[in-house]
């Protein structure tokens, strides 16, 4: 199913393993041919998503000089802030009109080695900075 050209993958479909394993495979396909899906009857309370929603416009209405603070650009943009046009569109060289928040298991925390991908999130997003 799509809706405005992007897959929508329900959840209600993870009950038996053959539909667990079907369901992977369809976000899997999405995420590969489009970047992106839509999930619904997800179990996620609603208050839970728009809390989310509310605190990601928060961290992106924050100044752009706060947000540069925290770039992600000597990562590759892997983790943390990353501007509009930081990224290329895909297989191309113009610039990506998006910003962005990258963030992932804190490997740093696994093996000190991988200490440059730990997530960089700014405290005036919690506190003034």
Not at 68 to 75: H, L, M, N, P, Q
Request: hydrophobic share 35%; with cysteine.
């Amino acid at each position: 199913m799509k809706y405005s050209g992007k897959p929508i993958c329900s959840i209600d479909m993870h009950s038996e393993p053959e539909a667990q394993k079907e369901l992977s495979r369809l976000i899997a396909q999405a995420l590969r041919n489009e970047g992106c899906c839509f999930i619904m009857n997800s179990l996620v309370d609603n208050l839970l998503i728009d809390a989310v929603r509310q605190a990601s416009f928060e961290l992106f209405q924050l100044p752009a000089e706060l947000k540069e603070r925290y770039s992600g650009k000597d990562v590759r943009g892997q983790r943390g802030y990353s501007q509009f046009g930081f990224d290329k569109t895909s297989g191309g060289s113009l610039a990506d009109l998006s910003e962005f928040w990258a963030f992932g298991k804190d490997l740093g925390r696994v093996h000190q080695s991988n200490a440059t991908y730990m997530n960089k999130w700014p405290s005036a997003w919690f506190k003034n900075d």
